[in-house]
Structures are given as C-alpha cells and as structure tokens.
C-alpha cells in the first residue's frame, strides 16, 4: 500500500502531531542519553537540553529530530495515527527540567547525582520510544485531572439536531486519526451517526467536559444517554 499522505501540516497545525514523531525524538534523546552515560560525556547532557529547549521555544523546524522525521522519515513511510500535541510537548519540559538539573549538577561537582539523572532520562526516554508508555504523558493526564479537567457525568445532550433512539453523537475533530476510524467503524454497522466537530463547536465540547476525541454516546431520541462508547 502505498504511504497515508500527510493530513496535518507538521509546522502548521500545532495542536495535533503525528504519533511516531515524538517516539523518534524520544528513540534518539534516548540513544544519546545512553552513549553520554556510557562514555562519561556529560556535555551531551546538556547539549541534549538545550537542542530540546529550542525545540519547544522556536518550534518543530529548530528541533533537530523532529525536522529529520517529518523531512526524511514520514514522506517515506506516510503520516501516523494523529494525537494531541500537549502531552508530548509536557513531556519534552520535563525533560529540558531533567537534563538542566544534570548539568548543573555535574558543574557544581555533584557528579554522582547528574549522572543518576542522566540515566533516568535515558531510559525514560528509551522506554517511550520502545513501547509508546510516556511517563511525561502520563504526568501530564494526572495534572489535568488535578485541574479539574475530567469527564463530566452526562445524562442528557442536546446539540441543536433531531436524534432517532440508538443515534450515535461522535464528538470530533478533522485531523482526529482515531475519530476517522471510529466513524468508519460506525457507518459500518449502519448506525445514525451525528458528529460535533469540536473546532467549530468548542462551546458543546465545554458545556459537556469533552477533554479528549474522540468520545461518542449512544442516545434515545429524547436525547438521554443510553451508554457511552468512546
């Protein structure tokens, strides 16, 4: 088959980002970790720092990695699964927060500790980019949940259109690689299906705690909440 084409811009549309990018960032921020530890050279710690601090700063072309994917990897193999470009980017801080605090601790003498932290991001690093599990993500959900930033308990919804008993309301979003196959699967049982994009609608996406796309509940034609199913 040939490469998915590209669907989001990478410089452009900031919001999301192709999955994979942000494990290749990661597989290298990892590799070189290692090698720093292994060798001894902890400027490559903060070389490391630094190349990730302009990243989030200037943006997606100034990161090294990132630029080497979406120029040289992705055209080849096409894009990936689209995601919210958020927790990745969390992700990153962190890791410019870790990577700093080596290096100062390496110039202050406290060698021990910079090379502890060293290897902490070397194999944080190298296990998001192995298996997909990001810690800083997952850091990320814990501290919107502490925002308050959570799913409402939903009985009713009302988004301005007529519902038939089992319509299908799919809260979604055009660049929503997961919400494209959801309503594939969807049309596929022959479900009535009404979506709410949640760029053009941001006011249901509040009035109902949609945090997250995709998310799809099945309703009576009363609009009550018979299950949610994403």
Request: charged share 15%; proline share 6%; glycine share 8%.
């Amino acid at each position: 088959m040939p490469p998915r084409p590209r669907t989001a811009d990478p410089y452009l549309d900031l919001a999301v980002i192709d999955r994979r990018a942000p494990r290749f960032n990661q597989a290298v921020v990892g590799l070189l970790a290692v090698v720093a530890t292994v060798t001894g050279f902890w400027p490559l710690l903060t070389l490391l720092a630094v190349q990730l601090a302009v990243g989030l700063t200037f943006g997606r072309k100034y990161c090294l990695p990132c630029a080497a994917y979406f120029t040289w990897v992705q055209p080849r193999f096409g894009e990936g699964p689209l995601e919210d470009a958020r927790m990745p980017k969390f992700a990153n801080q962190i890791g410019v927060m870790v990577l700093t605090a080596a290096t100062l601790c390496h110039l202050a003498g406290f060698s021990a500790a910079g090379w502890w932290l060293g290897l902490m991001v070397a194999v944080l690093a190298s296990l998001a980019a192995i298996t997909g599990l990001c810690v800083g993500c997952e850091l990320y959900r814990i501290g919107a949940r502490l925002r308050g930033v959570k799913q409402k308990v939903i009985e009713h919804l009302d988004v301005g259109v007529a519902f038939v008993d089992g319509t299908i309301v799919h809260f979604t979003h055009p660049l929503c690689s997961d919400c494209q196959t959801l309503e594939k699967d969807f049309v596929g049982q022959g479900k009535n299906l009404v979506k709410v994009d949640v760029s053009k609608h941001p006011e249901l996406a509040k009035k109902y705690g949609i945090a997250v796309v995709p998310t799809a509940f099945e309703v009576r034609s009363t609009g009550e909440i018979l299950a949610r199913l994403a």
